[in-house]
């Protein structure tokens, strides 16, 4: 966060809106999760509606769900 010294007070920079994860790439596995971005359907279908702090929730299920593909099952 920058300050602003004519008024000592913080700025707040923008923040930028959360990116869809889609990569065109949409199979569901045995799971229900997208081989390409690792949603689930109803997550895939909710995204437009989705405001910025639940899809920065759903891209960090992703991101766990992408660590734990990458893992051997077992």
């Given at each position: 966060?920058?300050?602003?010294?004519?008024?000592?007070?913080p700025?707040?920079?923008?923040?930028?809106?959360?990116?869809?994860?889609?990569?065109?790439?949409?199979?569901?596995?045995?799971?229900?999760?997208?081989?390409?971005?690792?949603?689930?359907?109803?997550e895939?279908?909710?995204w437009?509606?989705?405001?910025?702090?639940?899809?920065?929730e759903?891209?960090?299920?992703?991101?766990a769900?992408s660590?734990?593909?990458?893992?051997?099952?077992?």
């Amino acid at each position: 966060m920058v300050e602003d010294r004519s008024q000592n007070q913080p700025i707040r920079e923008p923040v930028a809106e959360p990116v869809s994860p889609c990569i065109g790439f949409c199979i569901l596995d045995e799971y229900g999760y997208c081989g390409g971005c690792h949603r689930t359907m109803a997550e895939i279908l909710a995204w437009p509606d989705m405001n910025d702090a639940h899809k920065r929730e759903v891209l960090a299920r992703v991101a766990a769900r992408s660590e734990q593909k990458g893992r051997p099952k077992g």
